[in-house]
């Protein structure tokens, strides 16, 4: 009774019930932004989406005295062994989704058909206080690994590729209704042996081969691991349909709203690999980062941004791209975000990152996106 007496003086005030309307609207605007949004947006098509990822997504900081040693050789060390670029690490798999809402993730594996091949990381021998020997026994089980670069950059939250995989399954179990994950697997096909003879007669390791077996058993892996939830793979026989091939479904029909793609995980292959990959006639459970002439190209890779916003605004139309807004620390040291600003204007969907949040001992560089960047009509 009290607040009916009150509103009918209020109403009393000229324009009360224009401003009374203004405050209602600008509350609901502030305070259900996902709502609006969600009920509008999610029949879009998924490639009108913006999602952001992280970089090397298992990688820990390496040890200081690590970085340490080889910051005394840093003048004949450049690209990934420069201890500058090293220098960076991750929160685990379940902070990164639910603290960072990560939803793109890549993953580095090493292929150990007997086991053990990984075991030793022999820059420790020149480092006193390391050990060369892992402690963990899983390093000495064949099947793939996680890590940066062998014998240099090797620690990591997650040893086997099967350990990453089964903690996204097992969150995406938790959260049936999730935003689709993307997860972009490198294989590794060298090691710094593989280019430097010194380092060789030092005693570094060569990469294990990689053919059409193992590759194989990469994804035996992960439908080992999926096996009881196999609807979680989003696989490219799921994208072409009834069509000819993945390429023409695009084009006819483009992708599969954000509604459909929901609980879904879509699997990216990337490095060298690629071409005995594709040659296999059975269906595979991961995607491939290709070219625009490929008929089952739905990824594409194009990491710098900078200078290729008209090109991947292209190419954005009908695939999905894949781009980073920073590399190597470099950004974060610099707090440059030139590039990332360069990532936004080309409209690729996937932005990936290694500061999600910041990093104290560098500075406050960190990317994040806004809610109204991740949509954008096409």
Not at 309 to 323: D, G
């Amino acid at each position: 009774m009290v607040f009916l007496i009150i509103f009918k003086q209020l109403e009393i005030i000229k324009g009360f019930r224009i401003l009374l309307f203004l405050v209602v609207v600008i509350f609901l605007g502030l305070f259900f932004p996902f709502v609006l949004v969600g009920q509008q947006s999610d029949t879009l098509p998924l490639n009108h989406y913006r999602f952001l990822a992280s970089h090397n997504s298992y990688k820990c900081k390496p040890d200081p005295s690590v970085i340490r040693f080889l910051s005394h050789f840093k003048k004949h060390l450049s690209g990934e062994l420069d201890p500058i670029q090293l220098d960076y690490g991750h929160e685990s798999l379940t902070v990164q989704l639910d603290k960072y809402t990560i939803r793109g993730f890549e993953f580095d594996v090493h292929y150990d058909h007997k086991g053990g091949h990984l075991a030793k990381r022999r820059v420790n021998f020149f480092i006193c206080g390391l050990k060369q020997r892992a402690k963990d026994s899983l390093w000495r089980t064949p099947g793939f690994k996680v890590l940066h670069i062998a014998d240099v950059d090797y620690e990591t939250n997650y040893i086997t590729f099967k350990q990453a995989l089964t903690e996204l399954r097992d969150w995406s179990l938790l959260h049936p209704d999730h935003t689709p994950l993307f997860v972009n697997v490198e294989v590794k096909t060298s090691a710094p042996a593989d280019y430097s003879k010194t380092l060789k007669r030092l005693g570094f390791h060569k990469a294990a081969p990689v053919d059409s077996l193992a590759m194989d058993r990469l994804d035996k892996e992960i439908l080992d691991v999926f096996s009881l939830c196999s609807d979680k793979l989003f696989n490219p026989a799921l994208l072409k349909g009834n069509y000819a091939s993945v390429s023409e479904r695009l084009d006819q029909s483009g992708w599969p709203s954000l509604k459909e793609t929901c609980g879904k995980i879509f699997f990216i292959l990337d490095g060298d690999p690629i071409g005995n990959y594709l040659t296999s006639k059975s269906e595979r459970p991961m995607f491939v980062y290709g070219d625009t002439q490929a008929p089952q190209t739905a990824f594409v890779i194009q990491n710098e941004p900078l200078g290729k916003e008209k090109e991947i605004t292209e190419l954005a139309k009908k695939y999905i791209v894949r781009t980073r807004s920073d590399a190597g620390t470099l950004e974060a040291r610099k707090n440059d975000y030139t590039r990332f600003q360069s990532a936004l204007e080309s409209g690729a969907q996937l932005i990936s990152t290694d500061y999600y949040r910041a990093d104290p001992v560098i500075g406050p560089f960190n990317v994040h996106i806004d809610l109204e960047q991740r949509i954008f009509k096409r």
